[in-house]
């Protein structure tokens, strides 16, 4: 079944204490991606990636971090999270070429005190 | 630059009756266009797409939406709401990629739909 998965689904963690969500993907898309969700505000992207090695700033991407060192996985790291980084979060990826729309994960939601 | 609004972000109908969702963009070239649909406690989920084929586009349960461009919308209907319609709507656009770029896909704040009996 082709699926983007994350985890954990759901985190409670405190002010300054790291963390990493993983995102990983079975469809080989190149194209991969991090947004975050608040009320009011819709989906807004952190950071995304075109391939391997290749990620980039999205519109909000303070006080996170990404790596793509394998096609298939995406995770996003909070070196040092803050409770304006309470959210819902979810990871995307899509193909470069063909089908056009973007497959999300079940959603991450993270609360920080 | 690309952008989405959505009219209302909360829509209640009664059961049966007609369902529509605003949709305005602003693209400076001919985009795509995605609605999304997001259950409670659930992901993403595509409802449909318009890539530039027929402007009129059919749906997963029983949605449509029909591109206007001279009206730049992209409005989500449904002829009969069921009370599992109730759900979070996100419009979303993106660059066309043989318009000369492909780039990420830009949502608008949502609308919450209500369906009462």
């Known amino acids: 079944e082709a699926q983007v998965t994350q985890n954990p689904r759901y985190l409670i963690t405190v002010t300054g204490k790291k963390l990493t969500v993983t995102c990983s993907q079975n469809?080989?898309?190149?194209?991969m991606s991090w947004y975050r969700q608040d009320p009011g505000l819709g989906l807004r992207q952190i950071y995304y990636?075109?391939?391997?090695?290749?990620?980039d700033k999205g519109d909000v991407p303070e006080g996170y971090k990404v790596s793509r060192k394998e096609k298939r996985n995406f995770p996003l790291i909070l070196e040092s999270p803050s409770p304006n980084q309470t959210s819902l979060y979810f990871c995307?990826?899509?193909?470069?070429?063909?089908?056009?729309?973007?497959?999300f994960g079940q959603g991450t939601r993270l609360t920080v005190v | 630059a690309q952008s989405v609004t959505q009219l209302g972000s909360h829509v209640s109908v009664s059961e049966g009756a007609l369902v529509l969702l605003r949709c305005n963009y602003s693209s400076s070239v001919p985009p795509y266009l995605f609605w999304y649909v997001q259950y409670p406690n659930q992901g993403l989920q595509l409802l449909l797409k318009?890539?530039?084929?027929?402007?009129l586009v059919k749906g997963i349960n029983g949605f449509e939406a029909e591109f206007k461009k001279s009206e730049t919308s992209f409005h989500l209907t449904k002829p009969s709401a069921h009370m599992s319609d109730a759900a979070e709507y996100f419009c979303a656009v993106s660059q066309n990629p043989f318009s000369g770029g492909y780039n990420k896909l830009i949502f608008g704040a949502g609308t919450r739909l209500a369906v009462h009996p």
């Open positions: 318009y890539t530039s084929a027929a402007t």
């Open positions: 995307a990826s899509r193909p470069l070429t063909g089908s056009t729309e973007a497959f």
């Open positions: 990636s075109m391939n391997v090695e290749v990620t």
């Open positions: 469809m080989n898309h190149e194209y």
